[in-house]
């Protein structure tokens, strides 16, 4: 099985191209950058994955998609080679984007135009484990124990 899941955010804006002949089909490329869960050694903290899209999904990237914004999408690991001008050899991985995603809210997106991500916890009132603090003294009126 060839399956591949990734969320990241966008290195710089889609580029897009159109094949030639009767029926033109659109092609995206972009890159992820995908954080890692563990530094390196090197202090290296993402991954860097390109990704290729056709159709309406290069369509809609081309629509949609910028620099900074996090996406989700899903696919498969294509790899290939080709000889470049100076006779080398290169090796090429791409992932085939099957599914395409927004994985933020836009307002949240709004401010990684830059890519930047902000230090610490954006909503004082949620704990770092995704679950709202509940003020002291409202344990009377919840519904439940």
């Known amino acids: ?3 591949v ?3 990241g955010r966008l290195t710089r804006d889609p580029e897009i191209r159109y094949s030639q002949g009767e029926q033109s089909t659109a092609v995206a490329r972009y890159t992820l950058a ?3 869960r563990f530094n390196r050694n090197d202090g290296q903290t993402a991954d860097f994955i390109q990704c290729v899209a056709f159709g309406r999904s290069a369509e809609f990237a081309e629509k949609y998609f910028h620099k ?3 996406i ?3 696919g498969r690991i294509q790899t290939g080679s080709y000889t470049n001008r100076d006779g ?3 090796y090429t991985t ?3 984007v099957e599914d395409q995603e927004f994985a933020e809210s836009k307002n949240a997106s709004a401010g990684n135009e830059s890519g930047f991500v902000p230090a610490g916890n954006p909503n004082p009132s949620m704990a770092g484990d995704g679950f709202m603090n509940i003020p002291d ?3 009377e009126e919840l519904p439940f124990n």
């Open 34 to 36: 995908v954080d890692r």
């Open 68 to 70: 900074g914004i996090k």
């Open 88 to 90: 080398q050899k290169v």
């Open 72 to 74: 989700a999408v899903s």
């Open 94 to 96: 791409d992932v085939v």
């Open 137 to 139: 003294g409202i344990e």
């Open 5 to 7: 899941i990734l969320m």
């Open 1 to 3: 099985m060839n399956k």
